[in-house]
């Protein structure tokens, strides 16, 4: 069987599946989503056996240790991805939820929530992603076609695994959760190609894999993830709040897509914090691409290239820039910018102000860290990625980004 005809099979078996999970109740779905925390932690062993696989065969073709931490689940993971079942459990059902009014006409309309229908997701070595995506689609009464990364490949198949069997413990049909085990570029072409079956096509992961979706899909495309994401510190920064957020921003995961991939610097204040940055940055061995006036303070650092400030390193390397006013921040990040998310440190609430304003990103911050861009962190639970297109949905995609409206009419032998 050729992989279009796989693909294909897959889809229609979701489709199927997209009708009977739109009539089920939140009770039902509810229910679902515990089960599935409770399989996900009895069996977290296997979940982990087959991790440590995919973990074994990343290291082996040399990729980074960032990505590595991506790919790995430990029991604590584990046990977090249940934990976020729970709170998506929790949360209010959008379904059917709506509001109400009549015509003069005599007619009276009702405008609901719906599901989509079936979501197909194209990600990278991230199996969170797996988990999060199935839940907040069969929460909101959708199935999803799901294929992942090459380096996941056995922990997304140990966990769907489980999904499947949540399903058919709570009486659904295990083919609303399908996953496309080849991970040929083939069959991702497949997954795009097949409108009418998949209803919206999400892809999360670097800026090549969303290029290829929303250039090649006929399938409609959410974009999402990229995160050439931007620090700037201003002359009027508290320079103690400014580093805090620095090694956050770029340190505490820089594999993620709202981890900072460039700190500017303003001029009057570059003497004194660079040699800071850069101590910071040494103890997480950070590499330090900077322009020719911040090489010029620091010394032995790596000189910036355009390409440089163009880039989501996902990974401990930094860019590092030197401006002479906000004006000149706030051009370059719009430049360089994919849209995520960009910070800020002021004491000045006149140049916060115009920061915010000014800056055409789904989230821009005041003396706070990008890592906040988050479904969690925003209080929508679980996300199924970060949209940072215009059209649908912006920011962080929660249970209503799964949803679209519905008009339903009644009348009385109404006609006009």
């Known amino acids: 069987m050729d992989i279009y005809t796989e693909v294909e099979i897959l889809a229609k078996n979701a489709k199927r599946a997209s009708r009977s999970l739109a009539l089920a109740s939140e009770k039902e779905k509810n229910t679902l989503l515990l089960t599935l ?91 969170n992603v797996t ?38 413990k709570c009486d659904m049909d295990e083919c609303a959760v399908e996953l496309i085990t080849s991970t040929s570029r083939e069959s991702a072409n497949a997954l795009m190609s097949i409108r009418g079956l998949v ?7 670097g800026k090549g894999l969303i290029r290829a979706c929303v250039e090649n899909s006929k399938v409609p495309v959410i974009e999402t993830g990229a995160g050439n994401c931007h620090l700037y510190i201003d002359e009027w920064a508290d320079l103690d709040k400014a580093l805090r957020v620095a090694v956050n921003a770029k340190c505490s995961r820089p594999s993620v897509c709202n981890a900072i991939e460039t700190v500017l610097v303003h001029s009057a204040v570059a003497e004194n914090f660079l040699p800071m940055l850069k101590t910071a940055f040494d103890e997480y ?94 209080g929508f639970g679980a996300e199924i990625g970060i949209s940072t297109q215009k059209l649908h949905v912006r920011g962080p995609m929660g249970l209503s980004a799964l949803t679209t409206e519905k008009y339903l009419i009644s009348g009385d032998g109404s006609v006009r």
């Open 285 to 378: 061995k950070v590499e330090i691409r900077g322009c020719e006036r911040s090489a010029a303070i620091l010394g032995d650092i790596t000189r910036a290239t355009e390409e440089d400030f163009d880039t989501e390193f996902d990974d401990y390397i930094v860019a590092l820039g030197i401006v002479d006013s906000l004006d000149e921040a706030i051009e370059h990040i719009n430049r360089y910018s994919t849209g995520h998310s960009e910070a800020i440190i002021t004491e000045n609430m006149s140049n916060a102000d115009r920061f915010q304003k000014e800056i055409d990103s789904v989230a821009v911050y005041v003396n706070a860290s990008t890592r906040f861009t988050d479904g969690g962190e925003f």
């Open 131 to 168: 988990v999060d995506s199935a839940a907040l689609c069969l929460k909101t009464g959708n199935a999803v076609v799901l294929r992942g990364g090459k380096e996941a490949i056995n922990t997304n198949r140990a966990l769907v695994a489980i999904i499947k069997k949540a399903l058919l």
């Open 37 to 127: 925390a409770e399989l996900l932690r009895n069996e977290s062993g296997e979940i982990i056996k087959a991790n440590e696989q995919d973990l074994a065969a990343a290291e082996k073709n040399g990729v980074p240790k960032a990505m590595l931490d991506r790919l790995m689940l430990s029991e604590g993971r584990i046990d977090g991805i249940a934990e976020s079942l729970h709170s998506v459990a929790a949360l209010e059902d959008p379904i059917g939820k709506g509001d109400v009014w009549s015509r003069p006409s005599g007619i009276t309309l009702r405008r609901v929530r719906v599901p989509l229908g079936v979501v197909g997701i194209i990600y990278e070595a991230r199996p």
């Open 199 to 205: 209803d919206v096509l999400i892809p999360r992961g």
